[in-house]
């Protein structure tokens, strides 16, 4: 489920949709949740195979941590991926504002983080990354960690509007992190584990 101070736009016609802000939305906040009304589809769903939703699947879904893919049931499915994107998946089953979103702005994922190995790349920024790769959750793990553990630090400080829709468990787990700084869950742990041995051998 999408922030609710969100709407959709058309962008344009190589874009298609996306979704934006309609009022301030402070770094910290929950701006996407998996909820309890997401289509979970696992891999070997005989859907997946059916030609005429496979593509529909590849479009509009993102993959959790199993390895499912998950179709949004409102508009949050149209959310587009930025280089530098305003909010980050965390390991929490939610997204999360890194940064201050103004109203009117473009509300943006990083969609390397939805464990898509390759896939065109469309952003305005001179530094677009043009294409996602299979390594980029690897080159740039330690980052995308950094910045969603620096937007946890506002979580207890904002307005959490999806937080009703978190699931109970996970949102223990997260409580007891914001209030211990230990067992934090991250989202990419054996890319971040990879690279901290890569950098031991180095
Ligand atoms: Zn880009």
């Known amino acids: 489920m999408i922030h609710p101070a969100t709407e959709l736009r058309f962008v344009n016609s190589l874009i298609g949709y996306g979704v934006f ?5 402070p770094a910290g906040t929950i701006v996407y949740v998996q909820d309890e009304l997401e289509r979970v589809i696992h891999p070997d769903d005989p859907i997946c195979q059916n030609p005429a939703y496979r593509s529909l699947i590849q479009k509009y879904s993102f993959r959790d941590e199993a390895g499912n893919y998950v179709v949004s049931w409102d508009f949050a ?9 305003n ?29 898509i190995d ?13 294409c996602l790769r299979r390594d980029d959750r690897l080159v740039y793990a330690r980052y995308w960690d950094t910045l969603v553990r620096q937007a946890l630090q506002h ?9 009703p829709y978190l699931d109970p468990q996970i949102y223990a787990e997260l409580k007891a992190y914001l209030e211990t700084g230990v067992n934090y869950r991250s989202l990419i742990k054996e890319e971040l584990a990879e690279a901290s041995q890569a950098e031991a051998i180095v």
Do not use: W
Request: proline residues 6%.
């Open 21 to 25: 802000a309609t009022v301030f939305i």
């Open 77 to 85: 499915k149209y959310v587009n991926h930025c280089c530098h994107a």
């Open 87 to 115: 909010t980050l998946s965390t390991g929490y089953g939610f997204e999360i504002a890194i940064r201050d979103i103004m109203p009117g702005e473009e509300i943006t994922d990083e969609y390397a983080l939805f464990g």
């Open 118 to 130: 390759e896939m065109p790349l469309m952003c305005h920024y001179p530094d677009c990354r043009v």
């Open 155 to 163: 979580f207890n400080h904002v307005a959490q509007p999806l937080l």
